[in-house]
C-alpha cells in the first residue's frame, strides 16, 4: 500500500484506465438540455458502479429535483483525516456540433489527447482520483487516507441542488479538506494551485419607464427612456479611475500586506500576460494596482448584458417601455454579498430620478474564499504535484468564483485544494474538447501521491494545532 | 363637375365602393417577407386595373429592385396646378395571428368598421382619392385640378427603393403641391392636419474592447468591459436637464417666436395629454419648454436598442468583446442631418476612451420639414376638412419624421398635405386593424372638396405670387 506501488499499478493499467474513461465520456451528459435527462442517469449509474467496482463503499446514486449526485465512501483508515473529493459528471451541450472534427460523444484518441465533450471538464480530471484509488486498494486492500466521494451532475447549470443536499447531509459530508480538479494549470509543465477565488453577487437591475412601448418620434425628448436612463445609471457606477462608485462600497475591503503584495507580484502574471491572454491592447482599473491585483484582491463590477429595445437588424423607432441589465460584483476579503446587496439597493434607490423606476432582484450569491497558503493539504498538493509532473506548483489567486468552494466552506466548514490537471489550451467549453492524455496518467499519480502525503501532513498538523486551519478571515 | 355631384355620385356609390376596397384589402401585401413578393405583385396590378378604370391615364405598374410602384395620372385640366397623391399598398405582417377575431385578409364589416390589415394603413385612406378622382370623371368627365398618382408597396420597409425612383423621375413627378392619408385624426370628429416633422438620424454606435468575449471572474477589473463603457458615453450624452452635450448640437437649432409658440400652446396637447397617451406618470426634458414643444420643436436623441453581452434567462460570466447601440437623433429647422452626423462623430472621438475604440455606422438620415401653416394647399385641406366632417382642423406639429415628405421637399421642391382619416385608436400596426367606414365616406367627400378647393386656392396663390410658397426656412 505504499504510493509506489499504487504507481506502479497505475503505469500498467492505462490502457484500461483509458478505455474506462471513454466509456465514462461516452455519456451525452448534458445537464442543461431536458431530453438528456436519461443519459445524465444512467451515467450516474455507471459511475456508482465503477465506484462499487474499485472498492467504495456505501455508494449511493442519490435523486434529486435535477440530476442524482453519485456519492460513495472508503473509512476504514482509523484515526487519519478525510479527503472529500468533488467532481461533476454532467458536462455543457456540443453546439456547434458542425465546428467538430470528431463526434462529441464517440471519444476519440488523437495524438496525446482524447478528444470529447466533457472528456477534461470534468470526466476526465474526476477520473484521475477514482483511478488514484483504485490503485491503493488493488494493491493493498487500503487507502493512506479516508476518503468521501461527491460527484453532482448539476454543475453547469450553476449546482441548483448542490447548496441544500450538503445542508441536509453535513454528517455523511463531514470531512477535513476537499480536493476538487476542474481547473487548468499555466501551462503544460507548470502545474497550479488557485488558493483564492472571488466572491459573487449576481443580479438583474430593472428600469421601468412608461406603461408600453413608445414610438420614439412621438414621444422622443418628452418622456424618460428607460433604456438611457439604464445607461446613465450604469455609466454612473464607476468613477474614471475604474473605482465603484457606491458608498461604503470599499469599506470592509481588505488592505493586504506588503509581503503579500510582493508575493503576488514574484509568482503571478505580469500584466503583459494578462493582456496578451485578454487579447486586449490596453489595461484598465484602479491605478495603483498591476492587473494582476487587480482581478483578484480588488472587487469589480462587470455588466454581463444588457437587454432592451429594439435589437433586431436595421431600425426600429422606439423607446422601450422598460430595460434590464445583469451585473454581476465579484467581491474579495472580507466583504460579504449580504451587505454589498443592501449597499447596492440603497444607492439605486438614491440616485434612480424620479422620471422612471428601478428593481432590483439578486440570482445568487458567495463569499470570497482564500485558503491559506501553508495548509497541509496545499503543501501535500504541491508536493503530490512535483512527484507527478516533476515540476514546482504556482500558488495564484483566481479572480473567479468557485460556488462550491464557498459552500464547503460555509456548511461543512472546510478548505479546498484546487488541483487541476486541464491545459490552457484545452477547449473545454467548445467544440473539441480535449484531455491531454499525459496529464490524464500523470494526474492519476498526482492523486496517489496527494492521498498519501495529505493523510502525513494533516495528521502532523492536527498533532501540532487542534484547530481548523481553515479560515477566510486569517488568510495571508 | 361641381363637388355637389361628385359628392352625390360618392354617396350612391358607397356599397361598391365598399365591396372594392374590401378586394383591395384582400391581397396580402406584406412587403416584409419574401413569400408575399407574388401578392404584391398582384395587387399592384390590380391597382393599376382600377386606375385605368376610374379613368386615369398613362397608369403604369413599374418595377423596382423591390416591390412595385404605381403610376397614373390625369393632366387634362389646362392651366391648372398638379397634385401629386401619394399613399401605399404593401401592409406590415399580420402576426400574431392568433389575437386576430376575423382573419386578417379577409377583410370583415363589424359595426360601423371594416376589419383587416391595411383596411387603414394605407389602402383604404388612399382609396379615398380614387373614390373621389372617380366621382368627378364619372359625373363630369374631368377633374378640377391635374392629378398625378403615386403608390409604392415599400413603405412599411422604409421606402428603400423610392428615392432614387423620384430622383429619375422627377419629370414625371412634377407638380405642385402633394397630398397623404396616411396619419391620424385627433379623434371621431378631430381632422388634424400635421405642418410640421422632425428630421432624423439613426446611427449605429459600437464599442469594442478585446478581441474576444471574457469570463468575468478571470478579467473583471483588468480589462475595459465594451458594454459599460457603451453605458458610460451613452449616459454622458443627455445632462441632467435633458439637454443633449454635444458640442454645437444646438447651433442650427431656430428659435421660435411667441407668436409661434402661442400658437401652439393655444392648439396643441397639454402635457396631461401627452403624458396619458404615453401611458407615463411624469414628463422628462429641457425646463422651458411645454411636452408638446420638447417632442416637435426641440430635438431628441433616444436609445431605440442595445446589444451587448448575455441577454438570456439567468446568468453568464461575460465581458463580451463589442457592444452596440441604436440611436436615432430627431432633428428640428434648421438642423441639418449631415451636420449633425460629423458633430456626433466629432464627440465620440472626443471622449472615447483609450481603453476601447468605437465605430459609429449612419443609417438613414433625414432633413426636418415644416410647412407654411397659410400655404393655400392647407387652407384648401382645412377648407376641405369641414366640408367632409363639418369641423374645423387642428393644425399640430408632428414629433415624427416623414421620408416621403422630406423627399418631395428635396427632389421636387413640393410642400406635402397630410391630411389623414385614421383615427387614434385604430390599430394600424396591430391586431385587428380597423378603418372606421364613416371616415371612409367622410374621407371621400373631403377629397372631393380638396381637388376643388386646392385647384382654386393654388391658381389664386400663383397669380399672387409666382415663388413657391413652399420652403423649410421661411415656416412659422
Redesign the interface.
Known amino acids: 500500500m505504499t504510493p509506489e506501488h499504487a504507481v506502479t499499478y497505475a503505469r500498467r493499467h492505462r490502457h484500461r484506465f483509458l478505455a474506462e474513461l471513454k466509456d465514462f465520456v461516452r455519456f451525452p451528459s448534458v445537464s442543461s438540455q431536458p431530453k438528456y435527462a436519461r443519459d445524465l442517469k444512467n451515467c450516474a449509474i455507471w459511475l456508482g458502479n465503477h465506484l462499487r467496482r474499485i472498492g467504495l463503499e456505501r455508494v449511493k446514486v442519490i435523486p434529486t429535483r435535477g440530476h442524482p449526485i453519485v456519492y460513495g465512501t472508503w473509512l476504514q483508515a482509523y484515526n487519519r483525516p478525510i479527503l472529500l473529493v468533488y467532481g461533476h459528471y454532467d458536462v455543457l451541450p456540443a453546439d456547434p456540433l458542425d465546428q467538430w472534427r470528431t463526434p462529441p460523444f464517440t471519444p476519440t484518441v488523437k495524438g496525446d489527447n482524447l478528444y470529447g465533450r466533457g472528456a477534461c471538464d470534468d470526466k476526465g480530471q474526476l477520473f484521475t482520483h477514482l483511478k488514484a484509488i483504485e490503485s491503493y486498494l488493488r494493491t493493498g486492500r487500503s487507502l493512506p487516507i479516508n476518503v468521501k466521494c461527491l460527484f453532482e451532475g448539476e454543475e453547469e447549470i ?1 449546482s441548483p441542488n448542490l447548496m441544500s443536499f450538503i445542508a441536509r447531509n453535513r454528517n455523511a459530508l463531514r470531512a477535513n479538506v476537499a480536493v476538487v480538479s476542474d481547473s487548468p494549470m499555466l501551462g503544460p509543465n507548470q502545474p497550479a494551485i488557485s488558493y483564492a ?2 466572491g ?1 453577487l ?1 443580479l438583474e437591475l430593472e428600469v421601468r ?4 412601448d ?12 428607460p ?2 436612463s ?7 457606477l ?1 468613477d474614471e479611475n ?1 473605482h465603484i462608485s457606491i458608498p461604503g462600497f470599499y469599506d470592509d475591503v481588505r488592505d493586504w500586506s506588503e509581503n503579500e503584495r510582493a508575493f503576488m507580484a514574484r509568482t503571478g502574471p505580469r500584466d503583459a500576460q ?1 493582456l496578451s491572454a ?3 491592447e ?5 491605478d495603483g494596482f498591476t ?2 491585483e ?2 483578484t484582491i ?14 433586431g437588424a ?8 422598460h ?1 434590464l441589465a ?1 451585473l ?1 460584483f ?1 467581491l474579495v476579503p472580507d466583504q460579504d454579498p449580504k451587505r454589498v446587496e443592501r449597499l447596492f439597493r440603497n444607492h439605486i434607490a438614491d440616485i434612480v430620478p ?2 422612471v423606476t428601478c428593481a432590483v432582484r439578486v ?2 450569491g458567495a463569499k470570497p474564499a482564500v485558503l491559506d497558503r501553508e495548509h497541509p493539504a496545499v503543501r501535500a498538493a504541491v508536493f503530490a504535484l512535483r512527484k507527478g509532473f516533476g515540476s514546482s506548483t504556482a500558488l495564484v489567486r ?4 468557485f460556488p462550491v468552494l464557498s459552500m464547503f466552506q460555509q456548511l461543512l466548514g472546510i478548505p479546498t485544494v484546487m488541483m487541476g490537471f486541464a491545459l490552457p489550451d484545452d477547449p473545454i467549453h467548445s467544440p473539441n474538447e480535449k484531455f491531454h492524455l499525459g496529464n490524464f496518467y500523470r494526474g492519476i499519480e498526482t492523486s496517489i501521491w496527494f492521498l498519501a502525503a495529505a493523510a502525513e501532513r494533516l495528521k502532523r498538523a492536527r498533532q501540532l494545532d487542534k484547530q481548523t486551519v481553515w479560515s477566510s478571515r486569517n488568510g495571508n
Open positions: 450553476d477565488g472571488r459573487a449576481r419607464g412608461p406603461g408600453q413608445l414610438h420614439s418620434g412621438n414621444f422622443g425628448g418628452a418622456i424618460h427612456n433604456l438611457q439604464l445607461c446613465e445609471i450604469i455609466g454612473s464607476h475604474g494578462i485578454a487579447h486586449a490596453k489595461g484598465w482599473g484602479e492587473l494582476y487587480r482581478l480588488r472587487p469589480a463590477l462587470t455588466v454581463n448584458g444588457i437587454v432592451g429595445g429594439y435589437q436595421g431600425v426600429k423607432a422606439v423607446i422601450p417601455s430595460a445583469k454581476s465579484r424620479p422620471t440570482l445568487s483566481s479572480g473567479g468564483s
